[in-house]
């Protein structure tokens, strides 16, 4: 699977739109965009998906760009408990999940 | 949303002794069950994937005897740390997916060891 390439710690502000930058410049054809979050000492939740348009669900956004070598993971307006580990994982589906470091998204007041 | 759930949520153990963890989906069948570990302030790594009725496969480093999976319904799997030693105490999370393909897996909340 492709590897990813995500900024190790960003900070919002609480109300603002939290923007999620991920690198997959390496993605193959069939591989998705997947994100997920984790907040401390819980297990990971699914977030968004994608494989080349735009996604949108309830929780979040998922641009990606027209080559797929990059994607952002947009959270409109940030509450405090969006504080999380989130993670950008491309794969080719649900199992060929592997998860990087991720980035420590910080909500502040 | 589908639902997994572990139980237990933490356990403490003696060393040389062993733990069973069952992780559940609740409101859906799981063709695939998958386990991890997590270590403080690091990521998840895959130790197995399992599916109904059939062996694990198991991760690269991952002892199979030691870390023993049973997934022995479409709904329930179970992973056995056997003789465990204070290195094995981790934070276990079991997830799982309703099919393969482009399917989000969903996490249960995970189990906290320790072993003394």
């Known amino acids: 699977d492709a590897k990813t390439t995500q900024p190790p710690s960003m900070d919002c502000a609480e109300g603002r739109a939290a923007n999620l930058p991920c690198n997959h410049s390496?993605?193959?054809?069939?591989?998705?965009v997947y994100w997920y979050r984790q907040i401390h000492s819980q297990g990971p939740q699914y977030i968004i998906h994608g494989l080349k348009n735009n996604e949108t669900n309830e929780m979040a956004s998922l641009i990606i760009t027209e080559d797929r070598k990059s994607s952002t993971l947009i959270l409109p307006h940030a509450t405090l408990r969006d504080t999380a580990v989130y993670y950008c994982i491309v794969a080719t589906g649900a199992n060929n999940l592997f998860f990087g470091t991720g980035t420590r998204l910080t909500v502040i007041p | 949303g589908a639902v997994v759930s572990q139980h237990p949520s933490r356990v403490i153990c003696k060393s040389g002794t062993s733990v069973k963890i069952e992780c559940r989906s609740l409101?859906?069948?799981?063709?695939?069950m998958f386990w991890y570990r997590q270590f403080p302030k690091k990521s998840l790594m895959l130790m197995a994937t399992?599916?109904?009725?059939?062996?694990?496969?198991?991760e690269q480093g991952v002892e199979k005897d030691k870390f023993l999976i049973n997934h022995a319904s479409l709904t329930l799997s179970t992973l056995t740390v056997t003789s465990a030693h204070p290195e094995d105490s981790s934070f276990y999370i079991c997830?799982?997916?309703?099919?393969?393909?482009?399917?989000?897996?969903?996490f249960g909340p995970g189990t906290r060891l320790t072993v003394t």
């Open positions: 409101d859906f069948q799981a063709t695939t």
């Open positions: 390496t993605i193959s054809g069939n591989e998705y």
């Open positions: 997830s799982a997916s309703r099919e393969p393909g482009p399917y989000e897996q969903y």
């Open positions: 399992s599916n109904e009725g059939s062996k694990a496969t198991y």
